[in-house]
């Protein structure tokens, strides 16, 4: 008798981790939208600015300065709206991974605080591409109207 009940509480308590799971995977999306958009709104305000710093002060590897500043500042405008309605979330994880990877990378005065920051949310892009974007998100729906044709 005490197993079962132990066994019930279990089960009620995993079902609200469960929820608290896709809260938090929605508000690591929006905190990283947040970041990664209005650093491509500042790119894009100040254009030329941007293109000199892509130019002058960022080490971007392989390609062109140009290239590179209109490809980051196209994936900091686009990404982060994808992470918010969750669309294709796990694809669009990897590219900011690596657009954060980058960055982190090409820029030769960055701070400890500036590494710290590039690292934590890395982290946090991770964690995402990990779990995929939980409930709260269009590639679930998706996925289950998906899955629902086949069955």
């Not at 980051?72 to 405008?77: I, K, S």
């Not at 669009?92 to 990877?101: D, I, K, R, S």
């Not at 946090?124 to 086949?150: E, N, R, S, Y």
Request: net charge neutral; charged share 15%.
């Amino acid at each position: 008798m005490a197993i079962q009940k132990l066994t019930e509480l279990g089960s009620t308590l995993l079902k609200g981790i469960d929820a608290l799971q896709s809260v938090f995977l929605l508000a690591l999306r929006l905190w990283l939208a947040k970041i990664f958009f209005m650093s491509g709104l500042t790119k894009f305000k100040s254009w030329e600015s941007t293109l000199q710093l892509f130019e002058y002060e960022y080490n971007v590897p392989v390609i062109p300065f140009d290239i590179a500043a209109y490809l980051a500042t196209a994936a900091e405008l686009v990404i982060p709206v994808c992470l918010v309605v969750g669309l294709l979330t796990r694809l669009n994880a990897v590219a900011l991974f690596a657009l954060n990877y980058v960055a982190m990378i090409s820029y030769p005065d960055i701070s400890i605080a500036g590494e710290k920051d590039h690292i934590m949310w890395g982290i946090a892009i991770l964690a995402i591409f990990l779990f995929g974007p939980g409930k709260a998100a269009l590639d679930h729906f998706i996925w289950k109207k998906l899955t629902a044709q086949v069955a």
